[in-house]
């Protein structure tokens, strides 16, 4: 792991750039702290640049609040990653089966699963290097989308102890079924208009996760209508899962 740059934010929080080979992330600690911290993988759908501001208030949120190391990793062919134009053009086959109202099923397992194939390797690279750090310790927790490779890591990722994640991507079969070995405590945020979102089979996805104990958070609005005490609850449930 390479740093790249440096700030300490006006609520004390240290923010870091971050190099792991190609893959460029952020990192978010206390600005003190007594003991190793915490360690919370916020994800997203990609476009880490643009992402930042909402990325930072969850993560400044983690990090001030409840004393939470939060890091963030660029997915695969996102920002200025290389392009797949596989991937591509799973994306403009999906939007255009979408609108027609024809199948999606194979054409979301072309877009979603080589991603997911991809990026968790990636991520649990990146856990290696920031577990190494004398001042992250753990337990770590994931939160966020893209919620199939939340999945992903909930099953492969023994060093993974709670995750919230966040409905709104369609869901390959393969991975549906790898939910139901979630054993890990869950919390799932759904936005009941979604209009990237399929509503019953985010609620279908939530009843076949296998976690004894899981909570579903859904709230009226869009995409991006996500209300901001969310950003809390998530906070108080990795507080009484990593604490």
Do not use: C
Not at 58 to 85: C, K, N, Q, V, Y
Request: proline residues 7%; charged residues 20%.
């Amino acid at each position: 792991m390479k740093l790249t740059s440096e700030q300490r934010l006006d609520d004390g929080v240290l923010e870091r750039g971050f190099t792991l080979g190609e893959i460029p992330g952020i990192l978010w600690t206390p600005g003190s702290a007594s003991a190793p911290a915490p360690l919370i993988l916020v994800g997203h759908p990609g476009g880490l640049q643009g992402m930042h501001p909402r990325l930072a208030a969850r993560a400044r949120h983690h990090a001030a609040e409840h004393g939470f190391a939060a890091a963030t990793i660029e997915l695969p062919g996102g920002g200025d990653r290389p392009r797949s134009a596989a991937a591509e053009q799973a994306r403009a086959d999906l939007r255009r089966a979408v609108e027609a109202g024809e199948p999606v099923d194979e054409i979301v397992d072309a877009l979603v699963l080589p991603l997911v194939e991809k990026a968790v390797p990636e991520w649990q690279a990146t856990l290696d290097a920031l577990l190494a750090l004398p001042e992250i310790g753990g337990p770590v927790g994931y939160e966020g989308g893209v919620i199939s490779i939340g999945i992903r890591l909930a099953v492969v990722e023994p060093r993974i102890s709670a995750a919230v994640l966040f409905a709104g991507t369609f869901v390959p079969g393969a991975l549906f079924e790898e939910a139901r070995r979630v054993t890990i405590p869950l919390q799932v945020l759904l936005q009941w208009d979604d209009e990237r979102n399929d509503r019953q089979h985010a609620l279908d996805l939530f009843d076949a996760f296998g976690s004894e104990e899981k909570t579903l958070h859904a709230n009226l609005g869009g995409h991006t209508g996500v209300p901001s005490f969310e950003i809390d609850a998530a906070a108080r449930f990795f507080a009484r899962h990593l604490n």
